[in-house]
């Protein structure tokens, strides 16, 4: 374990760089900001020269990889961070110096245990991408197949298991503040951007998502998973089919090549509902980058890294609050939030619907260029706090994905509607998967999975209160404190500088998390 030290220390580093960004002045002029937070804050920027525009992203860059991809987490939650560092962390490109390629064949060797000339016929030194947990050289398979390998940087994990521990502590010690700082749960965000940055360190579980996603979206037309080559993918190094296409963030090839741009905005739309609706799993990191297009019109993503799950039931109530707000059903969807417990039940629906009414019924019937899901989503924020809604981990993935692919088809299709493109699709999957045969079918499968678990249940009610005879049941026993769980002498002395040392782990925690609060 860490020791509370280390942690004051890294984050010491990390608050100065925050400071010499400007990343630190929003936490002072926050009014939600706890008062503790906003003296160390000012502490941690003491004798510092900050910029007039503070410059968040640069900030997060210069401290290192966990950073950079806190940063994007980060970039979702503008009730967490402010307005104005939400949308400069957007530009937060995740992008490092390559490693050297010789570094990069040691570890591909190391990872298959055998030469590198026995698995792959070629690989080029050079780089197409390289990230802050891995980068990737296009390659020749021993059979001639061209291929695209992903390997983890060296020390990566080892790297990022310990910002991320430190992160931990930080969050648990500014939740304990209470108030706001409890509310917006950062122990959970931390929590789920730990999930996610593990699974990314695993390649093993990307190739995975990546077969997965692919058994998903089979029957869907125009939309590609590119094909895992198992006999070379462990957990450092995956490989995987080289595709040939033409960036989507490359609006003028795609032109010139002929591609109907209005029709590729509408159908990658549809293909993240169809994810996130349909199958309850999809592509999290849907970035310019991580999609192209093929000569034929085919959407093909890479790089699955990040992948979302959302069970069924969450499912219904998104497919019904996206329904309800493009048809303004307010109180259909005010009453989904209650339903989900998302708002606590001593608050008014009625109320709570006329605040949704306020953000929703602007954006009804507009375009994208004029009004658009990431603006809605922002005005929902804007309501949490004055009804006392806590964050819900689970829908962060799905926020921060329904932004991406906004921004890439207004970008294809600058006057595309997303409600109107969204409709037909949540309302064909209400109607099946609400509708009374659905409802039918549901009961009847849920009454009779009951009736399957009643043998089991009584086998726990005897294993619970087994019949009287046998050994008699034995009297409770006394609790006994054992020697190393009692207090020392001095503990009440060393209280003072536990005292210190979490105040300085505030200190610097405020600094890191200057963004958030910005």
């Known amino acids: 374990m860490t020791r509370p030290s280390k942690h004051i220390l890294r984050l010491l580093q990390w608050g100065r760089t925050l400071a010499r960004h400007g990343a630190l002045r929003g936490i002072e002029n926050d009014p939600n900001t706890p008062a503790q937070v906003k003296r160390l804050a000012r502490i941690a920027r003491f004798g510092t020269r900050q910029p007039r525009v503070p410059d968040y992203a640069a900030a997060f860059r210069e401290i290192g990889p966990a950073a950079i991809k806190l940063g994007q987490s980060l970039a979702t939650r503008p009730d967490l961070v402010g307005d104005e560092a939400a949308r400069n962390l957007l530009s937060l490109q995740d992008s490092l110096p390559p490693v050297p390629y010789p570094e990069i064949e040691a570890e591909i060797a190391r990872s298959f245990e055998r030469p590198v000339t026995d698995i792959y016929a070629e690989i080029d030194p050079v780089p197409v991408g390289s990230a802050s947990i891995a980068q990737v050289h296009r390659a ?84 590609c998973i590119p094909s895992i080559d198992w006999d070379r993918t462990n957990g450092r190094v995956m490989t995987i089919e080289w595709i040939d296409g033409i960036k989507i963030s490359d609006v003028e090839a795609l032109k010139a090549a002929g591609h109907d741009l209005p029709a590729l905005a509408r159908r990658l739309v549809l293909a993240f509902l169809t994810q996130a609706i349909s199958a309850g799993f999809f592509h999290a990191d849907m970035h310019q980058g991580n999609l192209f297009v093929r000569p034929d019109g085919t959407i093909v993503a890479i790089d699955f890294g990040i992948m979302g799950r959302i069970d069924r039931r969450a499912r219904q109530w998104l497919a019904e609050i996206l329904y309800g707000l493009t048809t303004g059903n307010y109180r259909r969807v005010a009453e989904i939030h209650f339903e989900a417990q998302y708002v606590p039940s001593y608050h008014s629906v009625e109320e709570f619907a006329t605040a949704l009414r306020a953000v929703g019924e602007p954006m009804r019937g507009k375009p994208v260029s004029e009004l658009s899901v990431g603006q809605m989503l922002d005005g929902l924020f804007a309501i949490t706090r004055d009804f006392d809604m806590q ?9 921060k994905t329904m932004v991406m692919v906004e921004g890439i088809a207004t970008q294809l299709h600058p006057e595309i509607n997303m409600w109107d493109v969204s409709a037909p699709y949540v309302r064909s999957w209400i109607r099946d998967e609400l509708g009374p045969e659905a409802a039918l079918a549901d009961r009847i499968r849920n009454d009779f999975e009951t009736l399957l678990r009643i043998p089991e249940l009584i086998r726990r009610i005897e294993d619970r209160y087994p019949p009287r005879g046998g050994a008699p049941e034995p009297p409770p026993l006394p609790l006994i404190e054992l020697i190393w769980e009692r207090r020392r002498p001095g503990a009440s002395r060393w209280a003072g500088y536990v005292g210190a040392a979490l105040a300085g782990g505030l200190l610097v925690w405020a600094g890191s998390l200057a963004g958030m609060l910005g």
Not at 185 to 214: G, Q
Not at 391 to 399: I, R, S
């Open 140 to 223: 020749v398979t021993t059979e001639g197949r061209e291929v695209a390998i992903k390997v983890l940087r060296p020390g990566i994990r080892e790297r990022l298991a310990k910002d991320i521990a430190t992160y931990e502590w930080a969050a648990a010690h500014l939740e304990a503040l209470g108030g706001e700082a409890q509310r917006l749960r950062p122990r959970l965000t931390i929590a789920n951007f730990k999930r996610w940055t593990n699974s990314e360190v695993d390649l093993r579980r990307e190739a995975a998502s990546a077969s997965e996603l692919a058994e998903g979206m089979r029957g869907f037309e125009g939309y």
């Open 391 to 399: 964050t819900q981990p689970h829908l962060l993935l799905l926020q």
